[in-house]
């Protein structure tokens, strides 16, 4: 089994050897013993006699060594994630051999989800880089779509095994990326209707969707990115002229694109969106918009695999017959479905798809 690694992961070992250089030229102050000691020395020029409160310089090293930790702390809270950031961008010009970027990250304490969950699944692992050939008669485990487009076009056309890993589907409710999703030869888990999950996690949901809404104006299409049309064998001008000349059969009803801004900094807040409009119904391809309308109460219709597809319509053409009924149990199947890191590092995110998504 392959384990490929994003190039942020495989520059970890290198930026904490960096930084730990970095971090060894920072000294203690020891200004609070300093202060003492200054104090002491006036004292005795004056009297003659040292007398030291070894009770209270133990306390004033002791608050001394915290500051010298904190400022550590701070120091490399602030460095880090810049430096992944610069040395995975610039990855193709670091003059670094790769099996030295592989030890590093291997013998690291880093515990990201391609190593965790990957050693979870063999314990005769092949680590890979970006750009490297894996068989495909191996399965190989991968994290996002960024760096990973042509490997999961290959693997999804040609029915090629293999894990990813990505975002959770309900993040957006507190805007904090707690959950994350784990899923088996595809990017998207998909839910029969007849699939049955037990509710014992429904508590751990961050909020309850709003009942469906009987009403609302226009229709809206929200736009996936470009390389996710790409990795199916298409392009997002073909989708949306599809499902333009689509729609027109069945509705006269307005339609508003909404296309998918890439920069997060920038990004318009869907789910907030969703709450304050009056839409009739949200169409996506596989998108986490889905997820969201749902939450919003408004009804949905995805066009592709994914976990919505338990309480959406399918077709196009159903647009004046949308889903308003139960979402219990898909409720309690979007909570079998994502999980927090912790959960993909102990191990009960594997054992509970396989069990409940074999």
């Known amino acids: 089994m392959y384990l490929l690694l994003n190039h942020d992961e495989a520059v970890i070992g290198l930026a904490k050897r960096i930084l730990a250089q970095h971090l060894k030229k920072i000294e203690p102050t020891w200004s609070h013993t300093n202060a003492y000691l200054e104090k002491i020395n006036l004292r005795m020029k004056k009297s003659g006699l040292i007398e030291i409160d070894f009770a209270a310089l133990n306390g004033l090293i002791k608050q001394d060594l915290e500051e010298y930790k904190d400022s550590i702390v701070i120091e490399y809270k602030k460095k880090y994630r810049p430096l992944v950031r610069w040395l995975a961008g610039n990855f193709k010009n670091i003059n670094v051999d790769r099996g030295y970027l592989l030890h590093k990250y291997i013998n690291s304490n880093a515990r990201n989800f391609v190593k965790t969950v990957g050693q979870q699944l063999t314990d005769q692992p092949v680590w890979a880089l970006p750009g490297d050939p894996i068989p495909n008669d191996q399965t190989v485990v991968l994290r996002n779509v ?213």
């Not at 597809?309 to 196009?316: D, G, N, Y």
């Not at 979007?334 to 798809?353: D, H, P």
């Open 146 to 358: 960024i760096n990973n487009k042509s490997v999961i076009q290959h693997r999804l056309a040609n029915r090629l095994p293999f894990w990813f890993v990505d975002t959770g589907y309900t993040n957006f409710v507190t805007g904090k990326k707690r959950w994350h999703r784990l899923v088996e030869n595809h990017i998207h888990h998909s839910l029969l209707k007849k699939s049955c999950f037990p509710a014992d996690r429904l508590h751990l949901l961050p909020s309850m969707p709003t009942p469906w809404r009987t009403d609302g104006d226009a229709i809206l299409v929200v736009e996936n990115s470009e390389y996710h049309y790409q990795m199916f064998g298409t392009t997002l001008s073909a989708w949306r002229e599809q499902v333009r000349t689509e729609l027109q059969k069945h509705t006269d009803r307005s339609v508003v694109f909404r296309s998918k801004e890439l920069n997060r900094k920038i990004r318009d807040n869907l789910y907030e969106h969703l709450q304050e409009s009056n839409y009739y119904c949200v169409i996506t391809d596989a998108s986490s918009a889905a997820i969201e309308a749902v939450w919003a109460g408004i009804p949905i219709i995805t066009l592709g695999r994914h976990i919505s597809t338990m309480v959406a319509r399918t077709r196009l053409s159903d647009v004046n017959d949308l889903y308003r009924e139960s979402i219990g149990n898909w409720l309690c199947a979007v909570s079998y479905s994502q999980f927090t890191e912790k959960e993909l590092y102990n191990g009960t995110a594997l054992k509970l798809i396989k069990k409940y998504h074999a």
